[in-house]
């Protein structure tokens, strides 16, 4: 028995790097996003990004106070109101700058989890009126 030689075929696109001979490839269109899924990725990036913002915060805390950044901050402020009652340190303490970061960072995740959801909505409409997204697949 021999064996009929498989027909390969190539992929047709405008680039000839991306042509992949021998390959199997499949040309779908994405016509729907599911609103629910959409708003579970966005809720993980906006945790992602929440944990970012407040780590980032303390950071830059930490290394301001160890340059003595606050500390040139408290002789100016002195010089300029006339006298040496103002502390830097004080009203930007760690904790409160922390806690006003991880406001911020929940803040933000909600309205990136919010934004998600109403993106994908956005992308059903106009998927309905222009036929989607053409995508092309190969299992190579």
């Known amino acids: 028995m021999s064996k009929k030689p498989r027909k ?5 696109t405008a680039d000839s ?17 599911d609103w629910v899924s959409a708003m579970k990725m966005s809720f993980l990036v906006g945790i992602v990004q929440a944990v970012v913002i407040i780590v980032a915060t303390a950071i830059l805390h930490v290394v301001l106070v160890q340059t003595g950044l606050f500390s040139a901050a408290n002789a100016i402020i002195g010089s ?3 006298g040496s ?8 303490s760690f904790g409160q ?6 406001v911020i960072g929940i803040l933000n995740m909600v309205v990136i989890t919010v934004m998600g959801g ?13 036929g989607g997204i053409k995508v092309g697949l190969s299992d190579k």
Do not use: C, P
């Open 118 to 130: 109403i993106v994908a909505v956005i992308y059903n409409v106009i998927a309905k009126m222009t």
């Open 8 to 12: 390969v075929r190539q992929w047709l």
């Open 80 to 82: 300029v109101i006339g």
């Open 97 to 102: 700058t922390v806690a006003f970061a991880a």
């Open 85 to 92: 009652g103002f502390d830097v340190n004080t009203v930007l």
């Open 17 to 33: 790097e991306t042509n992949v001979s021998g390959a199997t490839h499949v040309r779908l269109r994405l016509v729907y996003v």
